[in-house]
C-alpha cells in the first residue's frame, strides 16, 4: 500500500492527480480523481457506454499503451524517451500507475515541452530534441495516441535536450491494425508525428485560431 494521504499532488490533468512515491521520490503515482470514470460514463454517447467505467479509467489505458508489442522487447533503447513501468499498485487514494518520474537537474518534476515553448519558442535545442524523439517513435514503432505538448517533458542530458512521453501513449486507432503490423504501424507513426509538428506550430503562435480549426487547416494544406 502507498499511503498518499500526506502528500499533494505535483501536477494534474483532466482525469488524473499525479504524486511522488512518498517512499521512492525518483517514482510517480497517477491516481483518478474521485468519481471520475463514473462521470465520463454519463457523458459518454450511448455506443460507448457498454464499455463500462473501465474503458475511462486512464490507468488502464496506460496499463494497454505499455504492454503494447514495440515494449516487449528487451532493448534499453526503449526508454531513452520513455518513463519505465512499474504497473499500478494500490494507495490509499485508489489503484495507482506507477512509473519512472522524469526530473530536471534540481530534483524537481522536469518542464512540459508547453511551459518550454512558452518560454523560449520553438529554438534548435527543442527542436532537435522533437526531431530525435520522433526519430525513435519510427524506429522502435512505439504507438501513442496525439502527441500534445502538455504530455511531453524535457530534460537535459549529455549536453542537450531530450524529450519523454509521460502520458498518451498506446494506439488510437478504430481497427487494431498498428497493433499487430509493421507496415501499418510505421503509417500510424508518421501520422502522429505529422500532428505533433503540425500541434508545436499551434503552441508557437497567437493561439487566435482554435486547435481544431488549426488542426483541420493543416491536415488539409
Same mark, same amino acid.
Given at each position: #500500500?502507498?499511503?498518499?494521504?500526506?502528500?499533494?499532488?505535483?501536477?494534474?490533468?483532466?482525469?488524473?492527480?499525479? %504524486?511522488?512515491?512518498?517512499?521512492?521520490?525518483?517514482?510517480?503515482?497517477?491516481?483518478?480523481?474521485?468519481?471520475?470514470?463514473?462521470?465520463?460514463?454519463?457523458?459518454?454517447?450511448?455506443?460507448?457506454? @457498454?464499455?463500462?467505467?473501465?474503458?475511462?479509467?486512464?490507468?488502464?489505458?496506460?496499463? +494497454?499503451? %505499455?504492454?503494447?508489442?514495440?515494449?516487449?522487447? =528487451?532493448?534499453?533503447?526503449? @526508454?531513452?524517451?520513455?518513463?519505465?513501468?512499474?504497473?499500478?499498485?494500490?494507495?490509499?487514494?485508489?489503484?495507482? !500507475?506507477?512509473?519512472? #518520474?522524469?526530473? =530536471?537537474?534540481?530534483?524537481?518534476? !522536469?518542464?512540459?515541452?508547453?511551459?518550454?515553448?512558452?518560454?523560449?519558442?520553438?529554438?534548435?535545442? !527543442?527542436?532537435?530534441?522533437?526531431?530525435? *524523439? &520522433? =526519430?525513435? $517513435?519510427? /524506429?522502435?514503432?512505439?504507438?501513442?495516441?496525439?502527441?500534445?505538448?502538455?504530455?511531453?517533458?524535457?530534460?537535459?542530458?549529455?549536453? /542537450?535536450?531530450?524529450?519523454?512521453?509521460? =502520458?498518451?501513449?498506446?494506439? &488510437?486507432? *478504430?481497427?487494431?491494425?498498428?497493433?499487430?503490423?509493421? *507496415?501499418?504501424?510505421?503509417? %500510424?507513426?508518421?501520422?502522429?508525428?505529422?500532428?505533433?509538428? $503540425?500541434?508545436?506550430? @499551434? +503552441?508557437?503562435?497567437?493561439?487566435?485560431?482554435? @486547435?481544431?480549426?488549426?488542426? &483541420?487547416?493543416?491536415?488539409?494544406?
Amino acid at each position: #500500500m502507498i499511503d498518499l494521504s500526506h502528500s499533494e499532488p505535483f501536477a494534474s490533468g483532466g482525469n488524473r492527480f499525479c %504524486y511522488r512515491h512518498p517512499q521512492d521520490p525518483q517514482r510517480c503515482v497517477k491516481v483518478m480523481r474521485p468519481g471520475r470514470t463514473a462521470e465520463l460514463l454519463g457523458r459518454a454517447p450511448w455506443y460507448k457506454r @457498454w464499455r463500462g467505467e473501465d474503458y475511462f479509467d486512464d490507468n488502464l489505458r496506460e496499463l +494497454e499503451g %505499455y504492454s503494447q508489442r514495440a515494449l516487449q522487447r =528487451d532493448d534499453e533503447a526503449l @526508454w531513452l524517451h520513455l518513463p519505465r513501468w512499474y504497473g499500478i499498485q494500490e494507495t490509499s487514494l485508489g489503484p495507482g !500507475a506507477v512509473t519512472d #518520474m522524469i526530473l =530536471d537537474e534540481s530534483g524537481q518534476p !522536469a518542464p512540459t515541452l508547453r511551459q518550454y515553448l512558452n518560454k523560449h519558442g520553438l529554438d534548435s535545442a !527543442a527542436r532537435g530534441a522533437l526531431q530525435r *524523439f &520522433a =526519430d525513435w $517513435l519510427l /524506429q522502435q514503432k512505439v504507438l501513442t495516441k496525439n502527441l500534445i505538448a502538455h504530455n511531453l517533458v524535457l530534460r537535459e542530458e549529455r549536453g /542537450q535536450l531530450e524529450l519523454y512521453l509521460i =502520458d498518451g501513449l498506446g494506439s &488510437a486507432a *478504430f481497427l487494431p491494425l498498428p497493433e499487430i503490423s509493421d *507496415f501499418f504501424a510505421e503509417r %500510424y507513426i508518421k501520422r502522429r508525428i505529422e500532428r505533433m509538428w $503540425l500541434r508545436v506550430e @499551434w +503552441e508557437i503562435s497567437d493561439k487566435k485560431i482554435p @486547435w481544431r480549426k488549426f488542426e &483541420a487547416r493543416g491536415i488539409k494544406r
